[in-house]
């Protein structure tokens, strides 16, 4: 630096240290014009210049009568040009902040220690640049002058700092993630949704030290007060409410809030800030006490770990852990309630090994198990003196076990039982009326499937307000419900000799009622199924089931099919469709019907098909046989174009080459708008004896009124029977 | 010598110490910068699971989930919408449809017609919820459950929709839900699997259900979903061979155990253990498995309850009441599929039948653990892997119409297990096309079933190639509000 300039920044630092002294005494009579308030609010970008220099200088400047840096030439001329420029940076930072510091929202403590601690800095560092060359500035003065300068520095800066981004600023993610969660049902609505909205969002700038539009959102009574603007919310209506007004503003409006720059609020917080509004804030209420459905309450539920778990807490210590696992077996398990729980929970299995020493065996762990399974075991009355000696038991299964009431004594001592399950055991209204006053924590009981009576239970129920009774379903006949319809347990619907017809149903003691004639069984003439029904010949069965206190159910159709010759061998003289396969030839006389269902494709469902060519089979016998039918099972669903064949020819004979045509059918064609159907092309003629049989389907020409019309149909054939 | 120990005082020396420690420390505030956890108190691998045990007092041992496959329509029997009915064949105002993807049967369709419900709705019980005349067995129940109307997923087909719902992935290869229990629940009854399967299938139209859906995934294979058929043999491979006796199937066992553990001697193969405990474990199965399976001793009011299909094996009746008696043998997950709820096109006739067949089992099942004591600790849940459109699907007839894939909102409702009955929890928009209140995202529902079973979804992991996995995968929130 030529001494020119050093002199003229000397000159400079000695007129803003009399200016801001001016600044200083006369700060209530000063007013910055606008045009200057952009200086003041460069203050917290320059201040950062200061910092670090006068900091750098001042670290020199504690070294500087060192012997070897006394002579340094360099040392001594950078560190006097160094502290020259940090003290005058320092006074341009001072001069802004005071002009920030006229600004709206700057006042409080804060702002004065950082003021001060800032003016003081400035003055000392004055101090030392125009006197260390004096006589008496050596070495300690030297080094106490630079401490306390780097004092007043961390001062300011801490103050600002704190001005600026509030407090706990830095140390906030480590402190905040230590506080305890609250818990849902002790939230407050003011202090633990809304205040920590405030305090992450506004306070920084809306807080007592720095009352930025007037507003402190730190305390009730300043929140109901307001700001600058006037109230800060009109209760119970969010639109008109400050508040609101200035978060929904675009963001690029001054007013906006949070401002630009700062973090901004969530959706969440929005919406939760809206609706405290509109529920007219209340700065008592818990979360808990709102509505179940209130929209605050469910956004604000997320915040809060669950209403406290009512995680047990058990007074005894944890079973060795070696115990434990001796006493499981593949028959009985001895489980941890939970992870560092020391509570058991006990399940005996399988009726045939349980014996009262299961459960005796069990005296090592008898103050933690808190649940017994016992459900089905044989479990006798006498055995309950075992089971009274778990103390802590909370739980009882007995659930379709031995026990008469009688018993249940035994267990009146378990001061923690709460949940006892008798069904489907032989206690007695009896027992219970007696007994059950004496069960102090007792809260439910099932009764389900025992002899207590509906006015029974309900007599118990009213002497025991404390205790749930269940008493579960019971049949009163009011309410009867249809059977399902019989089922055909023949492994076959298909025979070539003679044979029973079984039918069954599943409920014991129904009637089975069944024609033979096509027409509908009724509950009273139609011939009750008594297994002596033997079928000898192509039979439709119609059957329903009947049983008191039931409706009567739907009707069920059986047909069975006589296939009595079935061929030695059989071929296809025309190929089938590619995708109309199933088994080839050999299907049409596996036994196998196919089923009409949507969602079982026709080819991969036994069912055989062409369309472009005839299908055309040939079936040989090695010796000879007399037959006078055969009949092809067809699927017929017009609005997919399967059809009937046209016509259907039999030709038979002695030999492959001489075969005479023995019928031919025209199968009834269907109607436009006909369901689907199976069924079967029968084609009867004089008795035959032949040893080749030739059947031929000829597909049909779709009619007029069909979508395909003039195209050949689908001709789906799943079994052929020949009789 | 001295020069080496100078050398090694030099190794040691503050400003090496400091560049080291300096180096040590950016790491470390690297690493937990690149993975948040590392130094926090989240950490799985900490407070990690203990397979078998909860990590808290579960409210629920056990779950039965009766699937409805295929994608019941919400429109039909929970989610009352009259508005659809006053809007009968108007269009659905593109901002309701918004850009949800259509599926390839709808994307095409050149009119997206509104179409209500044929069916008329009733309010019940104390909850005053609106069930469909087509659920008249579930009306009487609507205390016990709890609706939500506002399940969402991502999928809009079948299968990655289902897997979705039951692996927490689209794309399977995943544990199901019930393998992710087992494992972290362990057995309760050693004698039967710890997740069975059973299936089921309606009249209406159909979507398969695959094994897949019951797979273990990546966890030990134990954990597998075991499906129990209709035939005479429910579990597969589980009858001696003809000639064998019991005694002699012991013996075999017996002498198989010893030369598996000369094996294990000599190879110490863990495997071979495990192979003996699933042979033992089938052993006992073959006495644990007869029995559960006999529906002789029910009970005439049970078979009044279920209905009288419950004695047919196969059904969905026939199934809940396996699922009851599987679930109070210890069973802790059962889960049935019931097929036939996707209609596409003859809706009205279809999902007739199809509720028929599930409404009055369905509902018996709640009741009959409710009279056993064993609500409490049983979870039911009911529910598709999706829901159904607001506009029809094909032709719209004065008595006809269909409904496509939409999984923008469903119906489903659980029961028991300390979810809070006689409650409808979310609700959609008058349309019933998008969620207006309380959405609850496929991976939150899992994470609540897994929270009523004692188990920390975020805890419940298993790593494998190198990551770690979970049900809920990296989301998901416990529906804290429908808890009891």
Redesign the interface.
């Known amino acids: 630096m030529t001494k020119k300039v050093k002199s003229l920044a000397e000159q400079a630092l000695f007129a803003s240290a009399i200016f801001i002294l001016f600044l200083l005494l006369f700060e209530s009579k000063i007013v910055v014009p606008t045009w200057m308030q952009p200086v003041g609010r460069m203050h917290p970008l320059f201040l950062h210049f200061p910092i670090v220099i006068l900091l750098l200088a001042m670290a020199m400047e504690m070294f500087r009568f060192n012997s070897s840096y006394a002579t340094n030439e360099f040392y001594r001329g950078f560190l006097s040009n160094l502290l020259l420029v940090g003290v005058l940076s320092a006074a341009v930072t001072v001069v802004m902040g005071l002009f920030l510091s006229k600004e709206e929202g700057y006042s409080g403590d804060m702002l004065q220690w950082h003021k001060w601690s800032g003016v003081s800095l400035f003055y000392l560092s004055c101090l030392i640049y125009w006197s260390r060359n004096q006589a008496w500035y050596q070495a300690t003065v030297a080094k106490s002058g630079a401490i306390l300068a780097v004092f007043f520095l961390i001062g300011a800066g801490h103050y600002g700092a704190v001005l600026t981004h509030g407090d706990n600023f830095i140390t906030g993610p480590i402190t905040n993630t230590n506080a305890e969660p609250v818990a849902l049902d002790q939230a407050l609505v003011y202090d633990h949704v809304i205040q920590p909205i405030f305090q992450q969002k506004c306070i920084s700038c809306h807080n007592p030290d720095k009352l930025k539009g007037e507003l402190n959102l730190a305390d009730v009574d300043a929140i109901l007060k307001g700001g600058k603007s006037g109230k800060l919310f009109k209760a119970g209506l969010p639109d008109q409410s400050l508040l609101l007004q200035r978060i929904h503003l675009p963001a690029e409006e001054k007013k906006h809030m949070p401002p630009t720059g700062k973090t901004q609020l969530t959706s969440d917080e929005i919406t939760l800030l809206a609706l405290w509004v509109k529920s007219k804030p209340d700065f008592k209420k818990k979360v808990v006490d709102l509505p179940p459905t209130d929209s605050l309450r469910r956004i604000a539920a997320v915040l809060f770990k669950p209403a406290e778990q009512t995680e047990e807490v058990y007074d005894f210590d944890a079973a060795d852990e070696e115990t434990v696992k001796k006493l499981n077996n593949d028959y009985r398990t001895v489980a941890y309630l939970a992870k560092e729980s020391p509570a058991l929970a006990v399940n005996l299995y399988n009726r045939s090994i349980y014996s009262v020493e299961k459960l005796q065996e069990l005296s090592e762990i008898k103050q933690q198990v808190v649940s017994l399974n016992l459900n089905k075991m044989p479990v006798k009355d006498a055995d309950l003196k075992t089971v009274a000696q778990f103390e802590n038991l909370q739980k009882l299964d007995l659930n379709f076990t031995d026990i008469s009431g009688q018993g249940l004594k035994e267990l009146a001592g378990l001061k923690h039982l709460n949940s006892l399950t008798l069904s489907g055991t032989k206690v007695t209204y009896a027992d219970l009326q007696k007994q059950i006053g004496d069960f102090k924590s007792l809260k439910t009981v099932s009764l389900w499937e025992t002899k207590l009576t509906i006015p029974e239970i309900q007599q118990l129920q009213k002497a025991n307000k404390n205790i749930a009774f269940i008493a579960g379903f019971k049949d009163d006949g009011k309410d009867p419900i249809t059977l399902n319809p019989p089922q055909v347990k023949n492994s076959s619907m298909i025979f070539d000799k003679p044979v029973a017809l079984q039918l069954n149903h599943p409920i014991k003691g129904v009637q089975i009622r069944f024609t033979t004639d096509g027409t509908e069984p009724d509950s009273i003439h139609s011939p009750v199924f008594n297994n002596q029904t033997i079928l000898t010949d192509m039979t439709t069965i119609k059957a329903r089931a009947f049983k008191d206190g039931w409706f009567g159910s739907s009707l069920a159709t059986f047909d069975f099919y006589k296939s009595t010759y079935k061929p030695d061998s059989v071929a296809l003289l025309l190929p089938l469709n590619r995708v109309h396969q199933a088994e080839g030839a050999k299907s049409l006389f596996d036994h196998k019907l196919g089923t009409f269902n949507a969602n079982s494709p026709a080819w991969a469902n036994n069912w055989t098909g062409v369309r472009n060519n005839d299908m055309v089979l040939m079936a040989e016998y090695k010796k000879p046989v007399t037959v006078s039918s055969v009949a092809l099972r067809i699927m017929v669903e017009e609005a997919t174009g399967i059809f009937p064949p046209g016509s259907v020819e039999i030709w038979g004979g002695d030999s492959r080459d001489k075969l005479k045509l023995l019928s031919t059918v025209k199968p009834k064609m269907p109607v436009k708008g006909e369901t689907h159907e199976l069924k079967n092309v029968t084609c009867t003629f004089k008795p035959q004896t032949v040893t080749y049989l030739k059947i031929v389907a000829k597909p049909c020409t779709l009619p007029e009124w069909h979508g395909g019309k003039g195209k050949p149909g689908l001709v789906l054939v799943d079994e052929m029977f020949i009789n | 010598m001295e020069k080496e120990i100078l050398e090694h005082g030099f190794n040691f020396n503050r400003r090496r110490f400091l560049s080291r420690l300096s180096l040590g420390l950016g790491s470390a505030a690297l690493g937990s910068l690149m993975i948040p956890d590392l130094f926090g108190k989240n950490n799985a691998d900490e407070e990690g699971l203990?397979p078998?045990?909860?990590?808290?007092?579960?409210k629920a041992k056990r779950v039965i989930y009766l699937f409805q496959n295929g994608a019941p329509s919400q429109q039909e029997l929970f989610d009352y919408k009259p508005k659809l009915r006053e809007l009968l064949g108007q269009e659905i105002p593109p901002s309701v449809r918004g850009t949800q993807r259509l599926t390839g049967m709808t994307a095409n369709q050149a009119s997206f017609p509104l179409v209500g419900s044929f069916v008329d709705f009733k309010q019940y019980g104390q909850s005053r919820a609106w069930v469909s005349d087509l659920f008249p067995h579930t009306a009487k129940i609507v205390d016990d459950l709890c609706i939500i109307k506002s399940m969402y997923t991502e999928a809009i087909n079948h299968d990655p929709a289902l897997t979705f719902l039951q692996t927490g992935s689209q794309q399977g290869n995943r544990p199901s839900m019930g393998s992710w229990l087992s494992y972290g629940l362990?057995?309760?009854?050693?004698?039967l699997p710890n997740f069975t399967v059973l299936l089921s299938r309606g009249i209406g139209?159909?979507q398969g259900v695959y094994s897949k859906l019951w797979s273990n995934g990546f966890l030990d294979s134990i954990h597998q979903g075991v499906q129990f058929s209709k035939g005479e043999d429910p579990v597969l491979y589980l009858r001696d061979p003809e000639g064998m006796d019991r005694h002699a199937r012991r013996d075999m066992l017996d002498n198989l155990a010893e030369l598996n553990d000369l094996a294990y001697q000599e190879f110490g193969d863990p495997e071979i253990t495990a192979k003996v405990k699933q042979y033992?474990m089938a052993y006992?199965m073959q006495?644990?498995v007869p029995e559960v399976m006999d529906l002789s001793k029910e009970?005439?009011?049970i078979?009044?309850?279920y209905?009288?299909?419950c004695?047919?094996p196969g059904t969905f009746a026939a199934n809940c009441l396996l699922a009851r008696k599987l679930s109070?043998?210890?069973v802790r997950f059962v889960q049935l599929y019931h097929q036939g709820w996707d209609q596409h096109g003859n809706l009205p006739f279809e999902i007739a039948r199809q509720a028929k067949d599930v409404d009055?089992a369905s509902a018996?099942l709640v009741?009959?653990l409710?009279?056993?004591?064993?609500l409490?600790e049983t979870l039911v849940i009911w529910g598709g892997e999706f829901g159904r459109t607001s506009y029809t699907q094909g032709k719209l007839t004065a008595d006809n119409y269909g409904r496509d894939h939409h999984p923008r909102c469903f119906t489903i409702w659980m029961a028991g297990g300390g979810i809070k009955p006689g409650m409808v929890y979310g609700e959609t928009d008058e349309l019933g096309y998008n969620i207006a209140?309380?959405p609850v995202h496929v991976h939150d529902f899992q994470a609540t079933v897994l929270h009523q079973l004692?188990l920390n979804h975020e805890k419940l992991i298993f790593k494998h190639l190198g990551r770690r996995y979970r049900l809920t995968d990296v989301s998901g929130?416990?529906v804290?509000?429908i808890?009891a």
Not at chain 2, 186 to 191: D, L, M, Q, R, V
Not at chain 2, 370 to 374: M, T, V
């Open positions: 203990t078998g045990i909860p990590h808290f007092a579960p362990g057995n309760e009854n050693k004698n139209n159909g033992e006992r006495t644990a009970p005439d009011d078979i009044k309850l209905g009288p299909d004695l047919v109070e043998n210890g009055q018996a009741t009959d409710k009279q056993r004591g064993l409490d209140q309380n004692g929130k416990v804290r509000d808890l």
